[in-house]
């Protein structure tokens, strides 16, 4: 997937959206989730056959889940922005369930 601050050249040879599938479930993967208010029900409507949602783009972590669907923002480990710590995250897939996990790195 391309981002906001990717070149003209990248953006036409990486998509916006990306869906990966891995012992059976899905995630959708979006730099840009969109503003703070409805976003987790926003990314459930645009990923229906996902049961969770990676973004970035503010580099501010966030992990919500409800009814089975999850969104993910791993924070950055390079720039923190208004994030206290840089932080990435890890998402672990075992047995058909998705699990994330937030590691503060400072």
């Not at 992990?63 to 993910?72: L, R, S, T």
């Not at 890890?90 to 590691?103: D, K, R, S």
């Amino acid at each position: 997937m391309h981002g906001n601050v990717d070149s003209e050249e990248v953006r036409r040879r990486l998509p916006v959206r990306r869906v990966w599938e891995g012992d059976g479930v899905r995630i959708g993967m979006v730099h840009d989730a969109g503003a703070a208010r409805g976003r987790l029900r926003r990314m459930r409507a645009a990923f229906p056959d996902c049961a969770a949602v990676v973004f970035g783009h503010s580099h501010i972590p966030l992990h919500q889940e409800a009814d089975g669907f999850a969104i993910f923002n791993p924070g950055s480990p390079t720039e923190r922005r208004r994030s206290p710590h840089h932080t990435m995250g890890i998402a672990t897939v075992e047995n058909g369930q998705i699990t994330f996990e937030l590691v503060e790195l400072d």
